[in-house]
């Protein structure tokens, strides 16, 4: 006798051999069969009809959804039962042999048909007994399952949106494919990124960052099938984006997902215009006063600016761009006397500048505004439109007179938009007086941020001064100028300022103490000293505002304060960002004090919660003040919290910033505000953690594992701690 598996390529079974079923492509409830042949290879001289006595398949029940049928069974080849067709096996006859009636066949068919109910493996051993050979009488196979490993590729890993433009979302995809020998199965997506982007599986539905996209069913894949996801990218402005896709499956090789990086907005086109705000002063009715504007390309593709016009104000037509003398990196270029269109831009590599000369040529003399009994000037708005996300707008102002007045002119070397604690140059000397004449006095004034309170200098009437810009947010400067013939300007000078931090986290601390007649002097005990405190997660010390957990104020190394201004929390690498800098200390006024971080840890799985503090360290005999705490997360004001009243020694737990949060694509709230409430079970004067009350404000905090505590406010100043 001589069996043979046909859905193996006819290959040769022997007695007592193992079968391995390849299982791990087979679908959950489908089924897949091997077919058997048995031929007679006894010589035609003396062969004698093969019998097929008996067939039986030996396989337990292993799990109970095997109720419709068993995992492993056995079929002739009309689809009875083995064990069912005993006396309906034909007789087999050798090849050749000439057949007396439909019952003698040249060889009988079987099969052994497997079906999946779960991922378990499965074993079967088949009995055949036959007679007329005396060399078997009963000859075995043994049936096991074989599952195989399934294995995901990702193509392509990751997926770049390199540059696209507002209001015009850009759609890409990724494929993920089963090269392995196993059903490949998709459970989720985790999604961690940018909330600009979604991903779109094949539920058809959009899937925002945050939260996994569960698929119910599941994804299977077949060996060599595959599974598209679409990645939409929709921008909201023309800052860099990123973000993380991990496919979560059961392929042994990525426990961790198997992932797709995505990148958008890595080149883009930016434009720049300085400055942005035109102040022509008084110029001669019936004569013109010049200005130039610089064009710059900040982004990091080429810049190619379409239009750039008046679009606001401009009534008399007073204000002209002399497109014609425009200058690119110094040398005059050609361009169409009424600038650039969309079909001939005026293109700038990464590197270039163009210097645009801006003409006011008033017709009449600006009436009196009777609000201000100053000259009304004329106005206009100047537009440039690009390939940049943006137009970028420029304000013209100027004021037509009959007898020329000092014009103030003002820069600044920085620019208009700085981070905190940039030394701004401001520049006053570029003034002119009429017929050639000198500038004799300059008056400089400044509106600040709330809580700001920082000088000129060396003085306001310094010609080109110097401002330390420490506080987040917008300053204007203005200039008045007066001639040797005592003529002031026309109109001041001004501009304005911004400053932003372009860190992950900021936080900025500023205080004001009524009693201190002076917060802008400096020396020993000049003012009131409170202290900003920034804690990691794993910062601990004596439980002092009784709220049932350690403090994390004064804790080294995982406080960050002036005692501790640059702790190593993350990697070994200072230049790696990972770690808090205290970059402003303020210890004789009214601060403020600044604290830094580029990137901070915690991701979606593992978020972290930092902790911000305020302590009022010493008052230095000024008494109560009011702390303002401003927190700036990725460039944007994200939560203030003003004139919060202090008294010596206290010690306001703010609450926790969470990271990641909302503003970056996760579902926790940004910020995690501590209240309190009044009573006498806790030794702060309240529970802690409620959701509503005052702030949390722990009264006479002494850390005494702190030893350089001692400098603090007198002990008069305060109860007693109990």
Not at 34 to 49: C, G, K, M, P, V
Request: glycine share 8%; net charge negative.
């Amino acid at each position: 006798m001589e069996v043979r598996n046909v859905t193996a390529g006819n290959t040769t079974v022997s007695a007592a051999s193992t079968v391995e079923v390849d299982v791990g492509n087979i679908p959950s409830g489908m089924a897949a069969e091997i077919t058997f042949t048995i031929a007679n290879t006894n010589a035609l001289a003396t062969a004698a009809d093969l019998s097929i006595d008996s067939m039986h398949l030996d396989y337990a029940l292993m799990w109970p959804t095997e109720t419709e049928g068993l995992a492993f069974e056995c079929f002739d080849d009309h689809g009875t039962r083995c064990d069912d067709a005993t006396g309906k096996w034909r007789k087999v006859v050798p090849p050749g042999l000439e057949k007396t009636n439909e019952n003698r066949v040249t060889q009988e068919v079987f099969h052994v048909r497997y079906t999946r109910y779960d991922t378990k493996d499965r074993a079967a051993t088949l009995h055949i007994k036959v007679t007329n050979d005396n060399n078997i009488k009963d000859f075995i196979i043994r049936f096991v399952t074989k599952q195989g490993k399934p294995k995901a590729v990702v193509s392509p890993s990751g997926i770049n949106f390199p540059y696209v433009a507002a209001g015009v979302p850009a759609t890409d995809h990724f494929k993920v494919s089963n090269v392995g020998d196993a059903m490949l199965i998709i459970n989720s997506l985790q999604f961690n990124a940018d909330s600009v982007f979604s991903v779109t599986g094949p539920d058809g539905k959009s899937h925002s960052p945050g939260m996994p996209v569960v698929f119910d069913p599941p994804i299977q894949l077949e060996n060599g099938k595959s599974q598209q996801f679409d990645v939409t990218f929709s921008p909201k402005d023309d800052k860099k984006k990123q973000g993380t896709i991990l496919v979560m499956s059961n392929d042994p090789a990525t426990p961790n997902g198997a992932p797709v990086a995505l990148l958008a907005n890595s080149s883009v086109p930016c434009i720049l215009v300085i400055p942005g705000k035109l102040n022509f002063g008084g110029a001669l009715v019936g004569g013109a006063e010049e200005h130039t504007i610089t064009i710059k390309n900040c982004g990091s593709d080429v810049l190619k600016v379409a239009e750039g016009t008046v679009i606001e104000g401009n009534v008399d037509n007073e204000f002209k761009l002399d497109w014609e003398n425009l200058r690119m990196n110094g040398a005059l270029k050609a361009v169409a006397a009424t600038g650039p269109t969309k079909d001939a831009p005026l293109e700038l590599g990464l590197k270039d500048i163009a210097e645009l000369t801006v003409r006011y040529e008033p017709k009449d003399v600006s009436p009196i505004d009777p609000a201000t009994q100053l000259p009304k000037p004329d106005t206009a708005v100047i537009q440039f439109t690009s390939n940049a996300f943006q137009a970028q707008k420029v304000i013209a102002e100027g004021i037509g007179v009959k007898q020329t007045c000092p014009m103030a002119k003002i820069s600044v070397k920085e620019g208009e938009e700085v981070i905190p604690q940039t030394l701004l140059h401001l520049k006053g000397d570029q003034s002119t007086a009429p017929g050639g004449g000198t500038i004799k006095t300059y008056k400089w004034t400044v509106k600040q941020p709330s809580g700001s309170n920082q000088p000129l200098v060396p003085k306001d009437s310094f010609p080109n001064p110097t401002f330390q810009a420490n506080a987040a947010g917008e300053y204007q400067f203005c200039l008045d100028v007066t001639d040797q013939n005592g003529m002031k300007s026309c109109a001041p000078a001004c501009v304005t300022v911004v400053v932003l931090p372009s860190n992950a986290i900021h936080v900025e601390l500023l205080w004001d103490t009524p009693a201190d007649p002076d917060q802008t002097d400096s020396g020993p005990a000049a003012g009131a000293d409170m202290d900003l405190h920034f804690a990691h997660p794993l910062a601990s010390g004596p439980d002092l505002d009784c709220d049932g957990n350690g403090d994390p104020w004064f804790s080294n190394p995982w406080d960050t304060f002036w005692f501790n201004p640059n702790p190593n929390w993350g990697s070994s690498n200072p230049a790696a960002g990972d770690d808090p800098s205290l970059d402003l200390d303020d210890t004789d006024g009214a601060g403020p004090e600044n604290l830094n971080l580029e990137k901070p840890e915690g991701t979606v799985d593992d978020p972290v919660a930092y902790s911000v503090g305020v302590h009022y360290w010493n008052d230095h005999g000024y008494g109560t003040s009011f702390a303002t705490v401003s927190i700036y997360l990725q460039g944007t004001l994200s939560l203030q919290l003003s004139k919060v009243k202090m008294d010596p020694l206290d010690m306001w737990y703010v609450g926790k910033i969470n990271w990641p949060n909302q503003l970056t694509g996760a579902t926790a709230q940004v910020f995690t505000m501590c209240y309190q409430q009044a009573g006498p079970d806790a030794c702060n004067g309240g529970k802690m953690w409620v959701p509503s009350g005052p702030w949390c404000i722990t009264p006479c905090y002494n850390n005494k594992s702190f030893t350089a505590s001692a400098g603090g406010a007198a002990p008069a100043a305060c109860k007693a701690k109990p």
